[in-house]
Structure formats: structure tokens, C-alpha cells
């Protein structure tokens, strides 16, 4: 079974460059996150989407900062302006989702390390 | 505000002994810890979780313990092992919020060989 695929792996971009990040998750997973990881730190969530509706993106700086996932199975981040302070990892992640109270363990992607200079 | 700390940043432990690693809590709706292993150029990988109903939970070479009064958890490796070594996350989450889940900060654990 396929796991969770991001790409790219790398990029490195200049300052106020856009850049978007692709994240195809486990097939039939119905929940999809993506996370922002700092140097020496945990994942921090800015988007969780429950199919092809965001139920979470409180986390999400909306003035630069959009995700997507029309058909609800492949999901799309995008930063547009970046920043210096961008330069980190993000992270996709999917699990079963479903019921509330129902916990599901997420699997995660390999991560794309965004530098912007 | 970090709602889930893992205080010792790094551990070291020599091969066949035990690994203890912590992490600390501080919402109490939180029932469902688990915990991630993450290598080098690798998204984390589940590895065992617990639920609040539970004080211990055992998978082989690995053990979670909770101490809900403390807002505790721990993970306990024995005996440790070279590949081993990687970056241990504990997470948590609570009912109200489904599936979202807060990270620790991570301890890396290196197992000397």
C-alpha cells in the first residue's frame, strides 16, 4: 500500500516568491492535514479537512497562506508571498477520519523542506 | 502555549538498556497519547498510543505508561536498540476536538551500540 506522497521534497526560493507544495494522501482516507515543523520542534497543524471540507484551518495565516482540496482525495498549500520565517517543514498527513470521538492514527509524508531566502 | 511538553530535548542510553522517555501534559479534556518516531528525512511513524482509560499499554519492545492525576506520560524501550535512534514525539488529543492532535517539542534518543 501506497503511503501518504508529497513533493517536492526541496525547494528553496527568494523572499515574496510563491511556492505550492502537493500532498496525495493514503487512498480512503477521508481526513487530511497539513502541518508546519520548525527546526526542534513538533508538528504544529494549520489545516485539517474532513473529505473536501476544511474543518480546522484556525492555525492557517489566511493573508498569505491558502489550501485546497476540491475532490477530497489530493490537497494543495500555498504560500504566496513567502517569507524568510517560512523556512521550515510541512507536513501532510492522513487517517481513516469519521466519527467524532473515534481516534485515528494519522500517517505522514516525508515532509518538503521549504528554504526561502 | 504548548499544551503538550517533552522537557529533555536529547537522551542518550547504551544499547540493551532501558529508554525512558517523557512528556508532560497540561489540558485535561486530553484522552487519546500516542506517540511518533521520526528519522532523519522521514515523516514520523506511529508508534504506540494509549487511551485514558488505561494506565499502561504494551507493544513489544515498547510500553506507554499514563499517570492521569500527573498529566503524565512515558515510553519505555527494553531493551534499547541502535535503530532505536530517532526523534520520539508524544502527542495528544481530546474528544471535543475529534482528530486534532498537539505535538511535543520531540526528544532525540541516540542508543550507543
Known amino acids: 500500500e501506497a503511503g501518504v506522497v508529497q513533493s517536492p521534497r526541496y525547494k528553496i526560493i527568494e523572499k515574496k516568491q510563491p511556492v505550492a507544495f502537493w500532498c496525495n494522501p493514503i487512498?480512503?482516507?477521508?481526513?487530511l492535514y497539513w502541518y508546519l515543523q520548525n527546526l526542534g520542534q513538533g508538528p504544529e497543524l494549520l489545516i485539517r479537512y474532513e473529505n473536501e471540507e476544511a474543518v480546522d484551518d484556525s492555525q492557517l495565516p489566511k493573508d498569505r497562506f491558502s489550501a485546497e482540496r476540491l475532490k477530497g482525495v489530493d490537497s494543495t498549500l500555498k504560500i504566496q508571498p513567502a517569507e524568510l520565517g517560512d523556512s521550515a517543514v510541512y507536513l501532510c498527513?492522513?487517517?481513516?477520519?469519521?466519527?467524532?470521538?473515534?481516534?485515528?492514527?494519522?500517517?505522514f509524508g516525508p515532509g518538503t523542506r521549504l528554504t526561502v531566502l | 502555549d504548548q499544551q503538550v511538553k517533552q522537557n529533555s530535548p536529547s537522551l542518550s542510553v547504551q544499547e540493551g538498556r532501558i529508554s525512558i522517555l517523557n512528556c508532560d501534559y497540561t489540558?485535561?479534556?486530553?484522552?487519546?497519547f500516542l506517540w511518533y518516531k521520526k528519522y532523519p528525512a522521514e515523516g514520523p511513524t506511529f508508534l504506540i498510543s494509549?487511551?485514558?482509560?488505561?494506565d499502561k499499554n504494551e507493544d513489544g519492545r515498547f510500553t506507554v505508561f499514563l499517570n492521569k492525576s500527573a498529566k503524565h506520560l512515558s515510553l519505555h524501550i527494553v531493551p534499547s536498540q541502535p535503530g532505536d535512534s530517532a526523534v520520539y514525539f508524544c502527542?495528544?488529543?481530546?474528544?471535543?476536538?475529534?482528530?486534532?492532535?498537539?505535538f511535543g517539542t520531540g526528544t532525540s534518543l541516540t542508543v550507543i551500540p
Open positions: 498527513a492522513s487517517s481513516l477520519g469519521g466519527l467524532r470521538g473515534k481516534y485515528n492514527e494519522q500517517f
Open positions: 489540558n485535561s479534556m486530553f484522552d487519546y
Open positions: 502527542a495528544a488529543s481530546a474528544g471535543s476536538t475529534g482528530n486534532q492532535f498537539y
Open positions: 494509549i487511551s485514558s482509560i488505561k
Open positions: 487512498s480512503g482516507h477521508n481526513t
